[in-house]
């Protein structure tokens, strides 16, 4: 099993910043993509931004120019460091990650999200 622990998320003023972090543990053998997604309340969840194992990234365009992912491959660790936040990134954001196991078997897990609260 593979289990993702998400922390950072909080309650920011516009034009604030704030890193989340996500740690993953278990029988992970490797770890391909790492990625974060968000929901905003009545919104469908989106893909906010990833990062292969090789360090390329992509990201949403409404993020691109303020949020960086990163990861450190010894600790297993995906961030998204987030800054110039607007309202409108209010969301529980959710990490999200690929991994092979000891036993060879491809697992996508899902972190326990992290509310974002944006204020104006």
């Known amino acids: 099993q593979v289990h993702l622990v998400e922390s950072g998320g909080d309650l920011v003023q516009a034009g604030g910043s704030l890193r989340l972090s996500c740690a993953a543990s278990?029988?992970?053998?490797?770890?391909?993509?790492m990625g974060w997604y968000r929901q905003a309340p009545g919104k469908e969840r989106e893909l906010v931004a990833a990062i292969t194992s090789g360090g390329t990234t992509t990201y949403v365009a409404s993020v691109k120019g303020r949020f960086t992912i990163s990861r450190d491959n010894a600790k297993n660790t995906v961030y998204l460091q987030m800054n110039s936040l607007k309202p409108e990134d209010t969301a529980v954001y959710y990490c999200?990650?690929?991994?092979?196991?000891?036993?060879?078997?491809?697992?996508?897990?899902w972190g326990q999200g992290s509310l974002v609260t944006v204020s104006s």
């Open positions: 278990g029988s992970i053998l490797s770890i391909n993509t």
């Open positions: 999200n990650v690929d991994a092979i196991t000891w036993t060879k078997r491809y697992l996508e897990v």
